[in-house]
């Protein structure tokens, strides 16, 4: 039974910092994809950054990118997320995603949440 353990979430004033980590368990395979998503209330949850098991590619959307960092530990399955000077639009619910896909099907697997306030 795959599941994502999340934290590092909590409340930062805007300009700090933050590192959330996202460790999978019951998961062995080598090609996946884990990412890390928000959502705001009032918004539909939207990727914030994505690295691949096989190169280590990551990619971020465009309102983080040159301040949040995604990075991966495979011998741990672990993910992080490092961010950094955080703004208070940063604020939402932050789920970890595990995701794969063999043949036809797809597989997705998602943390519980942690929430992230930005605010002073």
């Known amino acids: 039974q795959v599941q994502l353990v999340e934290s590092g979430g909590g409340l930062v004033q805007p300009g700090g910092s933050l590192t959330l980590s996202c460790a999978a368990s019951?998961?062995?395979?080598?090609?996946?994809?884990m990412s890390w998503y928000r959502q705001a209330p009032g918004k539909e949850r939207e990727l914030v950054a994505a690295?691949?098991?096989?190169?280590?590619?990551?990619n971020y959307a465009d309102s983080v990118k040159g301040r949040f960092t995604i990075s991966s530990d495979n011998a741990k399955n672990t993910v992080y997320l490092r961010m950094n000077a955080l703004k208070p639009e940063d604020t939402a619910v932050y789920y970890c995603?595990?995701?794969?896909?063999?043949?036809?099907?797809?597989?997705?697997?998602w943390g519980q949440g942690t929430q992230v306030t930005v605010s002073s």
């Open positions: 995603n595990l995701a794969y896909r063999i043949m036809t099907s797809r597989y997705n697997y």
């Open positions: 019951g998961f062995t395979k080598s090609n996946y994809a």
């Open positions: 690295i691949i098991s096989v190169d280590g590619s990551a």
